[in-house]
């Protein structure tokens, strides 16, 4: 097993580099959306599907 391990370190390592990118983009997305920020960044009033995405404004007063 300590000569697997030691044959592998560097895998080991890169792989937990990236899982803990993987996590920390995915709990950015979460709060963003918690927050109600558009994933792109750029708002809504120049996006194609800007209706269908969010609804008007009025339906959500009623």
Same mark, same amino acid.
Do not use: E, F, Y
């Given at each position: 097993m ?6 592998? &370190?560097?895998?080991l *390592? @890169?792989?937990? $580099? @990236? *899982? &803990? *990118? &993987?996590?920390? $983009?995915?709990l =950015? #997305? &979460? ?8 994933? !792109? +960044?750029? +708002? !809504?009033? =120049? !996006?194609? #599907?800007?209706?269908? !995405?969010? =609804? ?7």
């Amino acid at each position: 097993m300590v000569a697997w391990l030691q044959n592998n &370190v560097a895998t080991l *390592i @890169i792989s937990a $580099v @990236i *899982i &803990v *990118i &993987v996590c920390a $983009v995915i709990l =950015g #997305m &979460v709060k963003n959306k918690k927050k109600g920020r558009t994933s !792109c +960044g750029c +708002g !809504c009033a =120049g !996006c194609a #599907m800007n209706g269908a !995405c969010h =609804g008007n404004d009025n339906d959500k007063k009623k």
